[in-house]
């Protein structure tokens, strides 16, 4: 079990991510998939999680994800990922990582957590000082 729901996560992040094929949302998803992580409330359905992919696509004019480690246990496979991407207009190369906590069930994922570096990001970006966190942390 524990393989196969590793291939189907490593699936989504190489399909739906990298290739971006839309059709492997449907066939992967459940459609009452409930997604953590993604704004400040839970994404519950594929149309949620669609705005979400379509937001991140527009926002970032090319993009990979390169899962690094997976570790998985029952039901839940947890991967650490690394992103590197490109907004529109700039060159520069963004990179963070994050991971990505799933809940695989009948071959179909049905709950995720995604804990991603998004202060690393808003640095690269300038968006943020270098020394953000002191100011949260004192």
């Known amino acids: 079990m524990n393989t196969e729901n590793k291939q189907i996560v490593h699936r989504w992040f190489e399909e739906v991510w990298n290739q971006q094929n839309e059709a492997v ?3 992967l998803l459940d459609p ?8 400040e409330e839970a ?4 149309a949620a999680f669609r705005r979400f992919f379509d937001g991140f696509r527009k926002n970032f004019a090319s993009y990979r994800i390169d899962i690094e480690r997976t570790v998985a246990e029952g ?22 990582r994050g991971v ?11 709950e995720g957590w995604n804990h ?23």
């Open 75 to 96: 039901d839940l496979v947890a991967v650490h990922c690394k992103v590197t991407a490109k907004r529109p207009g700039d060159e520069r190369t963004l990179v963070f």
């Open 100 to 110: 990505s906590l799933n809940r695989v069930a009948d071959g179909k994922l049905v």
């Open 32 to 39: 009452a998939i409930v997604v953590h992580g993604l704004g």
């Open 25 to 27: 949302i449907d066939e």
């Open 43 to 46: 994404a519950q359905g594929h």
């Open 116 to 138: 991603f570096d998004y202060l690393e990001l808003l640095q690269q970006l300038g968006a943020v000082g270098p020394d953000a966190m002191s100011a949260v942390m004192g």
